[in-house]
């Protein structure tokens, strides 16, 4: 079977891919960093290297005789204090794995770009692939780096390397170790979220968006981008829905008015040197104002994908976060999930 070079292995969305394709048969080869927690992929016996995706010596090394290039590292913080980190990570170890991968002269490459280099639409309405891309003027900086670094990978793929990338909406599920996008849904059952804004966002499930790799693999056309995604909620209809299944009361629906001034106000506290609150700036204010929701038929008749329901997802997330002790269960819903078999979630 061919050789494939993971990156990202050690995060959410790369440990369902390196399990997802381990189970398929193929053998795989990591790019991992000597600091990456790796000790729950041990039991996949995958060769690993060592190396920083934006490292072009080791990246180069870690391409001899692979057959296929599967590139899902990323940075996802959307702080500000962590912008230029992402901007890097995203756009240069975009673009130094995939100008290797085409030097090697791989036979397929798939790049996991993400819904928000598709951008979102001011009013409730979901986006197939060919959207032209929007996004409010004030957005985190992580949304523009996943931009910039897919038109890097289509500008590789013009200079001949065979590309599929896929981009999955907000992803949920069981297995994130380093807080990921499922932080989404726990911090909002801590209670640290004041409540929804009006807007809108779409939701994927991790073992899903490994399938879907496997399948861009499998049968992706080459040249073409599939939007990985379930199903579309606005963002009061998702908080209920995660405070249905964790048991909570439903959560405050904050006016658009009331949240532009709180994101305003906080961007003074933090200019000023105070802490506020990183995760409710202007900009992620405005980014949660708009629909970021996905019409995602193309990965349902090219890549076969069928998607499990989101509430299913939301119930994995907590039970695993509740299993790998990042929540405890609070309360006697949560302890009925803790309870469940894992199989009929
Ligand atoms: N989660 C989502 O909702 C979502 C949605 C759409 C698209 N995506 C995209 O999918 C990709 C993976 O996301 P994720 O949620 O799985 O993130 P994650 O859990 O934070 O994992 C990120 C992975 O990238 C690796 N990485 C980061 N910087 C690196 C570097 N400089 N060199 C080598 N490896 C590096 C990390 O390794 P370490 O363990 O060493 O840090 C980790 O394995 C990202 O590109 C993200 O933009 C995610």
Redo the contacts with the bound molecule.
């Keep these: 079977m061919s050789l494939v070079l993971l990156?990202?292995?050690?995060?959410?969305?790369?440990t369902a891919v390196a399990e997802t394709l381990t189970r398929a048969g193929y053998k795989l080869r990591l790019?991992?960093?000597a600091?990456?927690?790796t000790e729950h992929l041990q039991h996949l016996g995958a060769e690993r290297v060592i190396?920083?995706?934006?490292d072009r010596a080791a990246v180069a090394a870690a391409m001899e005789n692979v057959a296929i290039v599967v590139h899902?590292?990323?940075?996802?913080s959307l702080r500000d204090k962590d912008a230029d980190r992402v901007w890097h990570?995203?756009v240069e170890?975009t673009r130094t794995v995939l100008e290797a991968a085409r030097a090697a002269g791989v036979e397929r490459a798939i790049y996991?770009?993400?819904?928000?280099a598709v951008g979102a639409a001011p009013e409730a309405r979901p986006l197939d692939e060919d959207a032209d891309w929007w996004v409010p003027r004030r957005v985190p900086r992580y949304i523009r780096a996943?931009r910039r670094a897919e038109e890097v990978a289509w500008e590789i793929a013009a200079q001949g390397l065979p590309l599929v990338v896929l981009n999955?909406?907000?992803?949920l599920g069981p297995g994130?170790r380093?807080g990921?996008?499922t932080l989404l849904v726990i911090n909002f059952v801590k209670g640290r979220m004041i409540g929804a804004t009006p807007g809108g966002a779409a939701y994927v499930d991790v073992r899903d968006v490994a399938a879907a790799h496997l399948a861009a693999i499998r049968q992706g056309a080459v040249g073409r981008r599939y939007l990985i995604s379930s199903e579309n909620h606005t963002l009061f209809d998702f908080y209920s829905l995660v405070a249905g299944e964790a048991g909570l009361p439903a959560p405050k629906l904050i006016p658009e008015l009331f949240a532009r001034a709180f994101g305003v106000i906080n961007d003074l506290l933090i200019y000023g040197g105070l802490e506020g609150f990183p995760d409710m700036t202007s900009a992620h204010v405005a980014m949660g104002l708009c629909y970021w929701w996905a019409n995602a038929e193309r990965s349902r008749r090219e890549l076969g994908i069928r998607y499990r329901p989101v509430r299913s997802s939301i119930r994995l997330t907590l039970r695993w976060a509740m299993d790998a002790g990042y929540l405890k269960p609070l309360n006697g819903k949560l302890k009925e999930l803790l309870a469940a078999e894992a199989t009929t979630l």
């Design positions: 990156t990202g292995a050690s995060g959410l969305i790369g790019l991992v960093r600091t990456s927690p190396g920083d995706v934006t899902t590292a990323g940075a996802t990570t995203n170890g996991t770009s993400s819904q928000a996943k999955p909406s907000i992803v994130d380093r990921s996008s």
